[in-house]
Each structure stands twice: as structure tokens, then as C-alpha cells.
């Protein structure tokens, strides 16, 4: 994808403030160098295009030698890189810190959706809005590249009807009734909730997703069941969510559920090791 640069090219500038004085002190001007940026762990490609375009941006050659989404191993080269060596070390901190972050996040999106794929196949694995300001669009792209489902980007996406939105207006089913009479048509209305009464007013009042909030898997079947016992199953779209992670995610496949979307996939990550060495 085609990437807004300003905010990255802002965060550089405020990174260097009025120069890099370890860099100028030590390196004559137009000195130009070649580098690479290598990965130091097994994981999955996220922000290469991005890297490129920051790269192209402050007039750095770059080459990318694997692409967005691929499989990389320990001590893959994943690009080459040839300019100014005051220019690169300028960049370098904020690139791989963004790197690291969005192969970290594809990496731990793709193990989590090969967890659940193994038992349902047609399983989608969602991110929440629990994203790092600024940074929301690169972490989101990091989960598609790495097999995941991106959630709202933006408020503006569609209707969610969370807990506080619940209390002011009074009561889960006309909450969704005032969204359904006052948002256009190709919006979808989705309803946070987090019992079985709630979820089958929810389900009732013609909301198109119902996720469970918070909720067992024991507790997900039986609603799930009693959605069913209503006939109401094959007009909504029911996700679940709240407390999901690595060591949990396989109990929530296979019990009847269309989404498992999750915070851990941008809130606790581990970036992966990458690094840049001069040539």
C-alpha cells in the first residue's frame, strides 16, 4: 500500500532535532555507504515497502530482497541499502523501530492464526483498537499482512456499541434500534455485550455482529445455542473478545463463534530483532 509519510518523516525530524552530533563529528559530509538490514529471528515480513519509501524519501537507495508477508529466517537480508552515511544513521533508529514493531506484529498474528486455522479453517482473527497512537495504521496493515482480519481502522468504520455507550442510552436493544434509524444503510452495527439476556436482545433487535464480551467458552456455546434456539443465527455475525491470547485462543475455535479478535496482537507483542549493519 501507498503510505502518508508526514507523521514518519515528523517523528525522524524530532529524532535528530537540530543534527545528529555523533554522526557529524565523526563522519566527513558525502561519505556514501552501503548497508543491510538483516533479521535476526525467524518470523514474518511486515513494513518493507514502508522502510523503502522513508528510505526513498531522504534521497537512500533501497532494494527490497523479500516482500511484504513472506516468511523470513534468522540472518535474512531483507533489504540493501546505498546513500549518505549521515542520512542513513539519521534514519535508521525510527526505521527499525517500525520495522521491528510490524514484523513483530505480523509474526504473532500469523502464529495465532495458524493456532486456530488448524481447527476452523473459515475462522477470522481480529484486531482491537488497542493500537499505539500514531502508529495505527502500520500496526493494523502488520496484522492483514500477517493473516489477520484489521478490525475498524477508525471510528468512522462502523457502529460498536460498547458498554458506556449502553449505559447512557439505557438498554441494549435501543441502543441498537437509535444506531440502525440514524446510521446510514452501509454501515453494520455491531453491540458489545456481555451476558446471554443482553445478547439475545442484541440479536433481537437486528444487530448485524453481537460480540461476546469477557466470556468463557462454556458460556460462548451456550449462547451461541440459544441465538440458534431463536433462529436468529443466520442473520448476525457473532464475535468473541476480552482476555484472548496465545494461551487461550484454540478454546475459542470450533465452538460456533465466526471472529476471535484480540488486543495481544498489538498491545503485547514482541518486536522482532532486526538490525542494520554497514557493509
Do not use: W
Request: hydrophobic residues 45%; contains cysteine; negative net charge.
Amino acid at each position: 500500500m501507498k503510505y502518508d509519510l508526514t507523521e514518519i518523516i515528523g517523528m525522524i525530524h524530532k529524532d535528530v532535532g537540530f543534527e545528529d552530533i555523533t554522526s557529524t563529528a565523526l563522519i566527513k559530509p558525502d561519505t556514501m555507504i552501503k548497508a543491510r538490514i538483516i533479521s535476526r529471528e525467524i518470523g514474518i515480513a511486515a513494513g518493507i515497502e514502508l522502510a523503502c519509501e522513508i528510505f526513498t524519501e531522504f534521497s537512500v537507495d533501497a532494494n527490497a530482497l523479500v516482500s511484504d508477508g513472506e516468511k523470513i529466517d534468522a540472518s535474512d537480508v531483507l533489504m540493501e541499502i546505498e546513500g549518505d552515511a549521515r542520512t542513513i544513521l539519521g534514519v535508521e533508529r525510527t526505521v527499525l523501530n517500525l520495522l521491528m514493531r510490524m514484523c513483530g506484529i505480523a509474526t504473532t498474528t500469523f502464529n495465532l492464526v495458524s493456532k486456530v486455522h488448524k481447527i476452523d479453517p473459515n475462522m477470522r482473527v481480529a484486531a482491537t483498537r488497542k493500537t499505539t497512537p500514531g502508529l495505527q495504521l502500520f500496526e493494523k496493515e502488520a496484522v492483514k499482512l500477517g493473516g489477520g482480519d484489521s478490525h475498524r481502522y477508525r471510528l468512522d468504520d462502523c457502529v460498536l456499541i460498547k458498554d458506556n455507550h449502553i449505559a447512557i442510552v439505557g438498554s441494549v436493544g435501543d441502543s441498537v434500534k437509535i444506531a440502525r434509524s440514524k446510521v446510514s444503510f452501509t454501515k453494520k452495527i455491531e453491540i458489545e455485550v456481555e451476558n446471554m439476556s443482553d445478547a439475545l436482545e442484541a440479536s433481537i433487535a437486528g444487530a448485524d455482529i453481537v460480540m461476546l464480551d469477557n466470556m468463557d467458552p462454556e458460556e460462548v456455546k451456550n449462547v451461541v445455542k440459544a441465538i440458534e434456539n431463536q433462529n436468529l443465527r443466520d442473520n448476525i455475525l457473532i464475535e468473541v473478545s476480552g482476555g484472548i491470547g496465545p494461551n487461550n485462543i484454540e478454546n475459542y475455535a470450533g465452538i460456533g463463534v465466526d471472529i476471535i479478535s484480540t488486543g495481544y496482537l498489538t498491545h503485547s507483542v514482541t518486536a522482532l530483532d532486526l538490525s542494520l549493519e554497514i557493509v
